[in-house]
């Protein structure tokens, strides 16, 4: 089995969707609403994201995230002063151990109020 579809619950759906579009090369699946919108991805994948329940609060643990392993660390530096210029304040890219690789990352913080992490595959 693949996974290969989630569900993010979001205050701004289309700025979520926007950063996705214009970041990860996502595109909108059908009619975008202000309350829920579909989007495809590499690979098959689809993101979907809506509003929260009325009165419910969003809010995701402290250390969750999503990632994109991408092949080198000059395509991580590359998205990261992307994502700088755009405003979106990413941390500064570093070099992880992780199972005995060494891999560049970085994260930041989506519109949606969860970690997005670009990094190189250990």
């Keep these: 089995?693949?996974?290969?579809?989630t569900n993010f619950v979001v205050d701004d759906v289309a700025a979520t969707a926007d950063f996705f579009t214009q970041h990860f090369g996502f595109q909108v699946l059908g009619e975008p609403?202000?309350?829920?919108?579909?989007?495809?991805?590499?690979?098959?994948?689809?993101?979907?994201?809506m509003t929260p329940g009325k009165g419910e609060a969003v809010t995701y643990p402290r250390n969750f995230?999503?990632?994109?392993?991408?092949?080198a660390a000059t395509v991580?530096?590359?998205?990261h002063d992307e994502l700088a210029a755009?405003?979106?304040?990413p941390s500064e890219v570093r070099e992880l151990r992780r199972g005995?690789?060494?891999?560049?990352?970085?994260?930041?913080?989506s519109p949606g109020g969860f970690l997005v992490e670009v990094a190189t595959r250990g």
């Design 65 to 71: 995230h999503v990632g994109f392993f991408v092949e």
């Design 76 to 79: 991580v530096q590359s998205k």
């Design 33 to 49: 609403r202000d309350n829920f919108t579909i989007l495809g991805g590499d690979g098959g994948f689809v993101l979907n994201l």
């Design 100 to 109: 005995g690789s060494v891999t560049a990352t970085f994260y930041c913080l």
């Design 1 to 5: 089995m693949q996974f290969n579809h």
């Design 86 to 89: 755009a405003g979106h304040s």
